[in-house]
DNA sequence: TTGAAAGCGATACCAT
DNA sequence: ATGGTATCGCTTTCAA
């Protein structure tokens, strides 16, 4: 493990040139700047994340939190974690600012980045999906601040990393989940929170792809709940009367779990209709220990959080690159025991 | 953020002296002692983890490693893991002594312990369940050594951290998951690596409770595959002509799965049997896409050795404690899709 | 019993 | 363009 020091001292330069050079802070000699460089990939340079950390806290790194968050109960989980990865790093100097806020409204999504970009150093974002955060993200990258986009990925932006799950593959482990049940054939129901919803969507592709494979399934109706109980609730009535047939239900949205359940149990069908859901949330557990749900795909959220402020700290605290661009999340099946 | 330079100067004494009354090094007027603790307590002093790490080289923290998983498959994910964990680690300073053993051998791994006891400030070990292994690491645990325990624990130890799976809750989990398929009434064969492994009877205790709760379902015969294939081969060949009416296994065991499943292939009974696994290794796998194995309950190994050196690493390096006696991981149940 | 000072590794600033 | 020095928080050693 080879210093600066030591790296200066067999240089024949200075603490301070070496730094320079390293740093890329220029103001430096190129022929010495070019020898100190192999020098240092000779002697596998690599530097001390302990020394790092110790001067970074005059940088004051800062990171800022930006997450639609309140009022729906997968996000409490993940900034849950958060809030205890706070505690943790912030005994290294680590500081956090949180936004979170109620519902996905570009203007106000937009307004938290542009408030933000003067004062963080690393910004943890559920992004949403439309160009103007794009654009303002990519400007926070452009300012070299750190980017993770979490939950929900930014497909257009610049350098950044991606925690959350992949959404495809949750539809495809629901439906083969559903086909190992085997109480089908199946003629299936499927709610997503919006049409707009890319994740959802692709759950749904998923999900569409795995059962119909053999051919004895099929997909009868998409309907949306917006996120909502209310409206899942009356959905779901509407489209049970409309499809008596459909004997099982893929939940691919959150928000409206409870209220589809609670219009299964309302029609008597919570026997004879399967359930799959997303995420091990009050409501949803309620509805899996009343034999409602079936099953539940976890999407470990408390991972996601740690994760994602695990990755600020590295980089912040001790210098250290991500080693990789996406952290993707597995889906797993959960039934009451393991719940 | 109080430093221990502002808590002296708050207290009129040297920063030697704060150290030595909270680090208990004696050598103090107690009166001053007491005051400064007082102090300490006043202003919230936490040490601060970096000062720690940058100084904690001199003790040169070093972990051993014990454990014996050479030809354990679901070892080589775990180790795996360690491996990644002290790349990064070692930039921080923590040196690692390996001692990879191949099979349960309790001489071998006391003398092991013996020989680390004198040279490691933690272990991360595999205990095999014998009281003069309990009674070697209690040894070490006197001796301040941080013991982490992984995938077994070790009951009558002193204080120590345990970091590995529910065994009893993989049980039930697959119980509970036999019963969703809803092939039954069942009639189960359970294997086992050894009736000597407390782990292995915890799952067949909680899938047994699991299944034969509703009156329908029965476990018809347990045998042993002693962790090998050959003959896991000839038990279940045995086992399925004495018992042909057997329409459900449950391999608590590990290593003896591939073993297993070429037997049940041999006896064309894929289709008929509804088999439930542990831990997604290679020969598992195979057998997953294969259609043999029906679903893989995963014990996050990469998530245990990871947590494992964690831990050795916020102790020694940075000075923290753990927060828990136990780190759980959960039974996960995996399909094809998500395996 | 206590204080003063050096050192760990990297960085920032000031003087040259 | 370059070197020297102080700094971050804590531990350890040496001197008083």
Redesign the interface.
């Known amino acids: 493990?080879v210093t600066i020091k030591q790296l200066a001292d067999l240089c024949g330069v200075s603490r301070g040139t070496v730094d320079r050079v390293l740093n890329n802070r220029g103001n430096v000699n190129p022929a010495k700047a070019a020898m100190i460089r192999e020098m240092a990939e000779k002697m596998h340079y690599?530097p001390?994340?302990?020394?790092k950390?110790?001067t970074a806290r005059r940088k004051h790194p800062t990171v800022g939190i930006v997450m639609p968050s309140e009022g729906i109960a997968f996000f409490d989980d993940v900034v849950t974690a958060m809030q205890h990865a706070e505690e943790?790093y912030?005994?290294?100097?680590l500081r956090v600012i949180w936004r979170l806020t109620h519902g996905y409204d570009v203007a106000a999504q937009a307004a938290i980045i542009d408030e933000l970009a003067d004062e963080v150093n690393a910004l943890i974002i559920n992004p949403i999906s439309d160009p103007c955060i794009v654009e303002k993200i990519n400007a926070c990258i452009k300012k070299d601040i750190f980017v993770v986009a979490l939950n929900n990925d930014i497909e257009q932006a610049d350098a950044h990393v991606y925690v959350g799950p992949d959404y495809r593959?949750g539809g495809?482990?629901a439906?083969?989940?559903l086909q190992?049940?085997?109480?089908g054939p199946y003629t299936c129901g499927v709610t997503v929170g919006s049409r707009r919803l890319l994740g959802h969507q692709q759950r749904l592709q998923g999900f569409t792809e795995?059962i119909t494979a053999t051919g004895e399934n099929h997909v009868a109706a998409v309907w949306e709940d917006n996120d909502d109980d209310v409206q899942a609730y009356e959905a779901t009535q509407r489209m049970l009367k409309a499809h008596p047939d459909i004997n099982a239900l893929f939940l691919a949205s959150s928000g409206g779990t409870y209220g589809t359940c609670r219009a299964i149990r309302a029609l008597h069908r919570e026997q004879d209709i399967t359930i799959i859901a997303f995420d091990n949330t009050p409501p949803t557990r309620e509805m899996v220990e009343q034999h409602v749900i079936?099953?539940v795909l976890?999407q470990h959220p408390h991972q996601q959080g740690q994760k994602a402020m695990q990755l600020v700290y590295d980089k912040l605290i001790n210098g250290?690159q991500p080693n990789r661009q996406q952290y993707i999340m597995?889906?797993?099946?959960?039934?009451?025991?393991?719940l």
């Not at 912030?90 to 100097?93: A, T, V």
């Open positions: 493990m690599r001390n994340p302990v020394g950390a110790l943790k912030q005994l290294f100097g593959n495809e482990t439906g083969a989940l190992l049940i085997g109480r795995a079936d099953a976890y250290l597995q889906n797993e099946i959960r039934l009451l025991p393991n």
